[in-house]
T-cell receptor, first 112, second 113 residues
């Protein structure tokens, strides 16, 4: 089955800095890579996703990059704000499968 | 918040008791899942169901049971066989293999007292 590794487990930055979270996956059949944000005590919510036919996708301050050859993908947050503080999960899902496999999560702390 | 609803939000269980966590969705999604969330462990898959009356074990199914009698509902029973049930439980659904976003419920925090 798919295995997703996520690093770092904790990331502390100053407001206005950039933050990068990295994930690797093992199953070359994976073709969909979502990122979820979970604020304290709340449900995870999708913030951005990328499919395997695309190398990069941006949405305002958030971007995701994908390197299929190396089987890794990354989340980039620019100009971080305190409200970006949350746990971020990456996931990978093979084509034709209902089942996303999640990374262990990164706790992002943005200091004002 | 519409879409997928979990209840209760907080649940306390005595040692040796079975408890059932509710998950209902009105999104007409085919697939539903149960995840367990522990600090530093991420989201671990307990059970999943792709169609009514069918479900499959995930990575940590021992001590849990589910049913899928209706498309809208996927309850999870935490049995007395689950040795460490205290955790945050999340239910999710996805429309299809070609679908994208997994929609999560608000979660149920189960505590054994």
């Amino acid at each position: 089955g798919e295995n997703v590794e996520q690093h770092p487990s904790t990331l502390s930055v100053q407001e206005g800095d950039s933050a990068v979270i990295k994930c690797t996956y093992s199953d070359s059949a994976s073709n969909y890579f979502p990122w979820y944000k979970q604020e304290l005590g709340k449900r995870p919510q999708l913030i951005i996703d990328i499919r395997s036919n695309v190398g990069e996708k941006k949405d305002q301050r958030i971007a995701v990059t994908l390197n299929k050859t190396a089987k890794h993908f990354s989340l980039h947050i620019t100009e971080t704000q305190p409200e970006d503080s949350a746990v971020y999960f990456c996931a990978a899902r093979p084509g034709g499968s209902y089942i996303p496999t999640f990374g262990r999560g990164t706790s992002l702390i943005v200091h004002p | 918040d519409g879409g997928i609803t979990q209840s209760p939000k907080y649940l306390f269980r005595k040692e040796g008791q079975n408890v059932t966590l509710s998950c209902e969705q009105n999104l007409n999604h085919d697939a539903m899942y149960w995840y367990r969330q522990d600090p530093g462990q991420g989201l671990r898959l307990i059970y999943y169901s792709q169609i009514v009356n069918d479900f499959q074990k995930g990575d940590i199914a021992e001590g849990y049971s589910v049913s899928r009698e209706k498309k809208e509902s996927f309850p999870l029973t935490v049995t007395s066989a689950q040795k460490n049930p205290t955790a945050f439980y999340l239910c999710a659904s996805i429309t299809s293999p070609q679908g994208t976003e997994a929609f999560f419920g608000q979660g149920t925090r189960l505590t054994v007292v």
